[in-house]
């Protein structure tokens, strides 16, 4: 059974730039979470999802961030003009109906 | 107050000690820890999870929760160089909900 998939795993963008970083839930998964680290810092939630329905947003900053999960096909998080304190590793986690969550290998955003 | 706190460390231990870490969570609305193990440049692994009052043992790793006390804590028998990693806390309200991770713990066994 496959696990969490991600890509890309490594994603450079100039300022300014889009940044698309998508996640393939687990087989039978269908709760996507979207997590970032920062560097030396904690992970911190982002946006909750489920098919075609976002749960809980409420820790994607206001501007630039979106996501969805649609029927076909996997999460998405879409960055719009990126910044520079954009950089981090973002970590998709999926899980069935119970809590646990587990986490895909992570997309490293490097902006230039 | 943070949310979730961990000592940061680094903790250091001998191989073959018990390693202890340690983890305090403010909202008493919580239901579900966990620890997670993170190695530098990689992705959180999940290693216990509990939910009800007292120990839960798994292999080397002993998970003990205590809700009155708001503290949960991870014991890691015979611990081995391999343990060399950052420890995450975290959290949730319940089913179907966001986690809430501390800061990590670092973890050193030394040879």
């Known amino acids: 059974n496959a696990g969490v998939m991600q890509n890309p795993r490594h994603l450079v963008r100039r300022r300014g730039q889009e940044a698309r970083l998508r996640c393939s839930p687990m087989?039978?998964?269908?709760?996507v979470y979207w997590y970032r680290q920062l560097p030396e810092e904690g992970l911190k939630f982002m946006v909750y999802?489920?098919?075609?329905?976002?749960?809980?947003e409420s820790g994607m900053p206001k501007e630039r961030f979106s996501a969805e999960f649609p029927k076909e096909g996997p999460s998405i998080l879409r960055i719009q003009q990126v910044v520079r304190g954009d950089s981090a590793a973002y970590f998709c986690?999926?899980?069935?109906?119970?809590?646990?969550?587990?986490f895909g290998p992570g997309t490293r955003l490097t902006v230039l | 107050q943070k949310e979730v706190e961990q000592n940061s460390g680094p903790l250091s231990v001998p191989e073959g000690a018990i390693a202890s870490l340690n983890c305090t969570y403010s909202?008493?609305?919580?239901?579900?820890f966990f620890w997670y193990r993170q190695y530098s440049g990689k992705s959180p692994e999940l290693i216990m999870s509990?939910?009800?009052?007292g120990d839960k043992e798994d292999g080397r790793f002993t998970a003990q929760l205590n809700k009155a006390s708001q503290y949960v804590s991870l014991l890691i028998r015979d611990s081995q160089p391999s343990d060399s990693a950052t420890y995450l806390c975290?959290?949730?309200?319940?089913?179907?909900?966001?986690?809430?991770f501390g800061t990590g713990t670092r973890l050193q066994v030394t040879l």
């Open positions: 986690a999926s899980s069935e109906s119970t809590d646990t969550q587990y």
């Open positions: 087989k039978g998964h269908s709760h």
């Open positions: 999802l489920q098919k075609e329905n976002i749960i809980d």
């Open positions: 909202d008493r609305g919580s239901q579900s």
């Open positions: 509990i939910y009800s009052n």
């Open positions: 975290a959290v949730s309200t319940g089913t179907a909900s966001k986690l809430t």
